[in-house]
């Protein structure tokens, strides 16, 4: 079982940064591969960005490549997301989901293949 909480969101002017943190409770998070995913109010849930459970290997969605970084600290069971460059389509409620399958870029980029969510953090970009 992993219990996951976010935190980090918040309010920022375009341009600005934000660095979102997912910390995990359990003994097996290291094993998990980590994402982040966001939704907006009547959109679907969007991937963002996952990394591998050795932090190994990383994927982000064409969106926010460049501008934003996902980073884990297993000693300290946490995941971030480094936000920079922010835009206003950037606000959205923000989840941190673990993930137990093989890393593929199907199966990560997938809401369906992550076991364990966050309640998420609210992310508003103002312009």
């Known amino acids: 079982q992993v219990q996951l909480v976010e935190s980090g969101g918040g309010l920022v002017q375009a341009g600005g940064s934000l660095r979102l943190s997912c910390a995990a409770s359990?003994?097996?998070?290291?094993?998990?591969?980590m994402a982040w995913f966001r939704q907006a109010p009547g959109k679907e849930r969007e991937f963002v960005a996952a990394?591998?459970?050795?932090?190994?290997?990383?994927y982000y969605s064409d969106s926010v490549k460049g501008r934003f970084t996902i980073s884990r600290d297993n000693a300290k069971n946490t995941v971030f997301l480094q936000m920079n460059s922010l835009k206003p389509e950037d606000t959205s409620v923000y989840y941190c989901?673990?993930?137990?399958?093989?890393?593929?870029?199907?199966?990560?980029?997938?809401?369906?293949?992550?076991?364990?969510w966050g309640q998420g953090t609210q992310v508003t970009v103002s312009s």
């Open positions: 990394i591998k459970w050795g932090g190994s290997s990383s």
């Open positions: 989901a673990a993930s137990s399958l093989v890393w593929t870029v199907v199966v990560v980029t997938t809401p369906r293949s992550y076991d364990y």
């Open positions: 359990g003994r097996t998070f290291s094993s998990y591969s």
